[in-house]
């Protein structure tokens, strides 16, 4: 893959960990697990760009 960037972090996070907003964040096999799922998903909007998305498959 080109043009990916991936992260190891804490989701809570994410905005800080990557270099730039980003297109798409992909999360799978984890978020049944995350505790604070609301939390979760504001900081993922914080991190995606203009008509990023969010794709979750668990």
């Known amino acids: 893959m080109t043009n990916c960037e991936f992260v190891a972090g804490d989701a809570y996070e994410l905005a800080t960990l990557v270099s730039r907003p980003v297109d798409l964040v992909f999360m799978a096999n984890a978020f049944h697990g ?25």
């Open 34 to 58: 995350v505790p604070d799922r609301p939390r979760l998903a504001r900081a993922v909007r914080e991190a995606l760009a203009p008509g990023g998305h969010y794709a979750i498959v668990n």
